[in-house]
């Protein structure tokens, strides 16, 4: 209610006066709190392959409660809006000839090369989208700790070009979800990028490795790919 003094009152002070009297309660607020900038993104680390393997964290792996569903793949992708899940973006994003997209993201014709075997594939119908460290052996080397937003993003993430790769499904079978110490591509040729992304993917997702993993990880890091330069960004 206003004071019909202070009404009064005012109706008798000089114009300018009468008009910031009745601001003094806007004055006295307290200020606004201040925007709050943005988080700042990761930076990025570069590093030789010997040390980023010394950075690794030791710890046995535990695959209990794990299945395929602990992880939502695909999910819509970088692009909400374009019709295509995290998959045929990955798809699109690495085919040496882009193939034609019909309705519902289909993707017909392009061309593909295989990075794990070399091979030449046309026809998305004939690759898998692998996760370079399989969704299994995340499970075991941390991710069983996660939230579920956390480990959709890991099964989803186009942030790091080393975590999804388009490959045969014949070696992506061969794979599986086998660490360093059982399993790396038979050529020698890729073996040492192949130790350099597995090692990036871990640091950027804070992943564990157990100690027959670290053990082959740190011969191929002191040995053929000592030159092996490793680059990743820790995920958010």
């Not at 010394?54 to 395929?68: D, F, H, I, P, S």
């Not at 790396?184 to 997702?205: F, H, N």
Request: hydrophobic share 40%.
């Amino acid at each position: 209610m206003v004071n019909k003094y202070l009404t009064r009152g005012l109706s008798a002070l000089p114009l300018p006066l009468a008009l910031v009297v009745p601001l003094l309660p806007l004055l006295l607020l307290p200020p606004l709190p201040a925007a709050q900038a943005a988080p700042a993104a990761p930076v990025a680390e570069v590093t030789t392959l010997a040390d980023a393997v010394g950075q690794l964290k030791v710890a046995e792996e535990n695959r209990a409660g794990y299945t395929t569903s602990s992880f939502r793949h695909w999910n819509a992708g970088e692009d909400a809006t374009d019709g295509c899940d995290t998959r045929a973006e990955v798809l699109l994003s690495e085919a040496v000839v882009a193939p034609t997209v019909g309705s519902g993201c289909g993707l017909t014709g392009g061309r593909w090369t295989s990075h794990l075997d070399g091979q030449e594939v046309t026809g998305a119908g004939s690759l898998d989208v692998a996760h370079l460290v399989a969704l299994g052996e995340a499970w075991d080397s941390g991710a069983s700790a996660w939230t579920e937003r956390r480990r959709e993003a890991y099964a989803n993430d186009q942030g790091a070009d080393a975590s999804l790769a388009a490959v045969t499904a014949r070696i992506n079978r061969r794979k599986a979800d086998k660490d360093p110490a059982d399993w790396m591509p038979p050529s020698p040729d890729v073996q040492c990028r192949y130790t350099g992304e597995w090692v990036s993917t871990k640091l950027r997702w804070q992943l564990t490795v157990d100690d027959r993993e670290l053990e082959a990880l740190k011969v191929y890091a002191e040995g053929p790919c000592e030159d092996t330069v490793v680059h990743y960004a820790p995920a958010v």
